[in-house]
C-alpha cells in the first residue's frame, strides 16, 4: 500500500511540474485593421426589423465570390439609425437615439463617428432629440461643404435640420424646414435643397456657425397630379427625381442656384400600358463616369411603388434613351452602383436573405451573398 502511495505522489508531482512547464503566455488579442476604402466597398444598412434597438452597418467587399470572404465586419447603430459615409470613405456616420431604460426613459439623440479601418467608435456629438425617427432614408443624414458638415433630418412632427460641424466635431444650430422633406446637399458651399409638399424645391444657405443666411424657392413640379420620390441622385452635377408615375425631373446644380432640365419618362407608352412603373425603397442609383441612371422597375399599379424591382433599367442622361434592361436573378427592394471605372451594381433582395452583384455596364450576375444581415435595406458607397 505504501509503495502505490509513494507512486501515486510520484506520478503527481510529475505531471504537476509537466503542466507548469508547459504553461504558455497569455495571447494577446488584436484587431486587423483594414485597408483604405476600395471603390467597390459597400456599407449596408440593417434595420433589424425584428430587434430594431440593435440596428447594425455591416461592411462587405463586392469583389469577394462568397459572404465569407465579402464580411469585413459590422459597426453597432443602435436605433433605426440615419446613416452617411465621408466623402473619402475615411468615416462613417450614424445618427443615433438611444434610451435610458433602452426601449423607453430619457432620449438622447447622437452622431457617432466610426474609423472605416478599424470599425470601431472614435467620436460622439450630442445633437437635439428630434431626429428623424424611421426606417434607413438616404437624405436623412448627408455630408455638405466638400464633407466638413453634416445636416440631420429632424420630425418633431416639425422639420427641421441640424448642422453639424465634423471639423470641430460639435452641433452648431438648427434650421426650421416647415413643409419640407430632407436634405440635398449642392455640389459646393453650405447650400442645400428640400423637397417640399406642395411641389417646390427650397434652397437654403448657410454660414460657419449653422445659421440660415438665404432661403430661395421654386416650383419643381405640380403636387395635385403627380408624386416623387424622395430619394434622388447624382450623375455629375445634375439630381434626377423619378415620379410614381415614371417621369424623370432633372435638376442641375451646376451654378449657385439649380435649374430645373425638360421632363422625360422611363417607360413608353406600350410599356406604361403594360404596367411598368419604378419602385422599391432605394429604386435609384447613378454612375457619372458613364452618365447613367439605374432604375428599379416592376409590372404594377397605382400605388405600387413600394413594390420590389424584378428588373434593372439604364439610361442616358445626356439623350433620356434606355440603353440596357437588366433583369435581375431576385427581386430587389434597393440598388447602388459604385463610381469606379468598372463599376459593380448592388441589389438587396426583396426577402431580405441578402445581396446580389452584378457587373454594372453588361448586367452580367457576378455573385451573391446571403445571411450577413437581418433586414438589409440601404446601401451608402466611399
Known amino acids: 500500500m505504501k509503495s502505490r502511495t509513494r507512486l501515486a505522489l510520484l506520478m503527481a508531482g510529475v505531471l504537476t511540474a509537466g503542466l507548469a512547464n508547459a504553461q504558455l503566455e497569455p495571447e494577446q488579442l488584436s484587431v486587423e485593421e483594414l485597408p483604405d476604402a476600395s471603390p467597390h466597398w459597400v456599407f449596408v444598412g440593417d434595420v433589424s426589423f425584428f430587434h430594431m434597438p440593435d440596428s447594425k452597418v455591416v461592411l462587405l467587399n463586392g469583389d469577394a465570390e462568397t459572404t465569407n470572404e465579402a464580411y469585413l465586419g459590422m459597426m453597432s447603430t443602435g436605433y433605426n439609425p440615419a446613416i452617411e459615409v465621408a466623402p473619402d470613405g475615411s468615416e462613417l456616420y450614424s445618427a443615433e437615439t438611444y434610451y435610458?431604460?433602452?426601449?423607453?426613459?430619457?432620449?438622447?439623440?447622437?452622431?457617432?463617428?466610426?474609423?472605416?479601418?478599424?470599425?470601431?467608435?472614435?467620436?460622439?456629438?450630442?445633437?437635439?432629440?428630434?431626429?428623424?425617427?424611421?426606417?434607413?432614408?438616404?437624405?436623412?443624414?448627408?455630408?455638405?461643404?466638400?464633407?466638413?458638415?453634416?445636416?440631420?433630418?429632424?420630425?418633431?412632427?416639425?422639420?427641421?435640420?441640424?448642422?453639424?460641424?465634423?471639423?470641430?466635431?460639435?452641433?452648431?444650430?438648427?434650421?426650421?424646414?416647415?413643409?419640407?422633406?430632407?436634405?440635398?446637399?449642392?455640389?459646393?458651399?453650405?447650400?442645400?435643397?428640400?423637397?417640399?409638399?406642395?411641389?417646390?424645391?427650397?434652397?437654403?444657405?448657410?454660414?460657419?456657425?449653422?445659421?440660415?443666411?438665404?432661403?430661395?424657392?421654386?416650383?419643381l413640379f405640380d403636387a395635385g397630379t403627380s408624386h416623387l420620390f424622395e430619394k434622388p441622385v447624382y450623375v455629375d452635377d445634375t439630381l434626377y427625381f423619378v415620379s410614381h408615375e415614371g417621369t424623370v425631373h432633372p435638376v442641375n446644380w451646376s451654378g449657385k442656384m439649380p435649374e430645373f432640365g425638360d421632363t422625360w419618362q422611363l417607360a413608353s407608352d406600350s410599356e406604361r400600358k403594360a404596367g411598368w412603373l419604378p419602385g422599391g425603397w432605394q429604386m435609384e442609383a447613378g454612375h457619372s463616369g458613364s452618365d447613367s441612371l439605374y432604375v428599379l422597375m416592376h409590372k404594377g399599379g397605382e400605388n405600387t411603388h413600394k413594390d420590389p424591382g424584378t428588373e434593372v433599367w439604364v439610361y442616358d442622361t445626356g439623350s433620356g434613351d434606355r440603353s440596357q434592361r437588366i433583369e435581375l436573378k431576385n427581386a430587389a427592394v434597393s440598388i447602388q452602383t459604385t463610381a469606379d471605372d468598372e463599376p459593380l451594381l448592388f441589389a438587396l433582395r426583396a426577402d431580405f436573405s441578402g445581396m446580389d452583384v452584378y457587373d454594372a455596364q453588361s448586367g452580367e450576375y457576378l455573385h451573391g451573398y446571403d445571411g450577413f444581415a437581418d433586414t438589409p435595406f440601404l446601401m451608402r458607397r466611399p
Not at 426601449?103 to 463617428?113: A, K, L, Q, S, Y
Not at 478599424?118 to 434607413?136: A, M, N, Q, Y
Not at 417646390?200 to 449653422?210: A, M, Q, T
Open 100 to 219: 435610458s431604460r433602452g426601449t423607453r426613459g430619457d432620449r438622447e439623440d447622437i452622431v457617432t463617428i466610426f474609423d472605416t479601418h478599424t470599425l470601431k467608435p472614435v467620436g460622439e456629438i450630442d445633437i437635439p432629440e428630434k431626429r428623424h425617427f424611421s426606417l434607413l432614408q438616404p437624405y436623412g443624414l448627408v455630408t455638405a461643404n466638400g464633407g466638413s458638415d453634416l445636416l440631420v433630418f429632424n420630425v418633431t412632427p416639425a422639420t427641421s435640420v441640424s448642422v453639424v460641424s465634423l471639423e470641430d466635431r460639435k452641433y452648431l444650430n438648427e434650421i426650421p424646414l416647415p413643409g419640407c422633406a430632407f436634405m440635398y446637399p449642392a455640389p459646393e458651399g453650405r447650400r442645400f435643397g428640400s423637397l417640399c409638399a406642395d411641389g417646390s424645391f427650397v434652397v437654403v444657405d448657410y454660414d460657419g456657425d449653422g445659421k440660415e443666411t438665404d432661403r430661395n424657392r421654386m416650383q
